[in-house]
């Protein structure tokens, strides 16, 4: 089992900035493939980001890339996602996911929410138009 906890949510007015974090334990933290999902209200829970094991090869969003950094420190089993030039739309929960990097079924999988086993409870991140 993994537990992974976010924080770093908040209210920013637009063009602001804000880092995520989300820490996990149970875990060897370096064999977990990380990934960043949002949900806005009355929608999916959409793909953010995701990061490998290794540190490399990040994905994103077409709408946040550019704006928005996943990157991860193995040695605080924390990874992060920097949002910076945030947009109204934007405004959503953020939630951390994790899957066991020996589990993930193809690099084309990784932007879908059901390869992830793990997920942290979300935090609120508001940007005021």
């Known amino acids: 089992q993994v537990a992974l906890v976010e924080s770093g949510g908040g209210l920013v007015q637009a063009g602001g900035s804000l880092r995520l974090s989300c820490t996990a334990s149970?875990?060897?933290?370096?064999?977990?493939?990380m990934g960043w999902f949002r949900q806005a209200r009355d929608n999916e829970r959409d793909f953010v980001a995701t990061i490998a094991w290794s540190g490399g090869s990040p994905l994103y969003a077409d709408s946040v890339n550019g704006r928005f950094t996943i990157s991860r420190d193995n040695a605080k089993n924390t990874v992060y996602l920097q949002m910076n030039n945030l947009k109204a739309e934007d405004t959503a929960v953020y939630y951390c996911?994790?899957?066991?990097?020996?589990?993930?079924?193809?690099?084309?999988?990784?932007?879908?929410?059901?390869?992830?086993?793990?997920w942290g409870q979300g935090t609120q991140v508001t940007v005021s138009s």
């Open positions: 149970g875990r060897t933290f370096s064999s977990l493939t």
């Open positions: 996911a994790a899957q066991n990097q020996a589990l993930i079924i193809s690099p084309s999988t990784l932007r879908d929410d059901w390869e992830y086993d793990y």
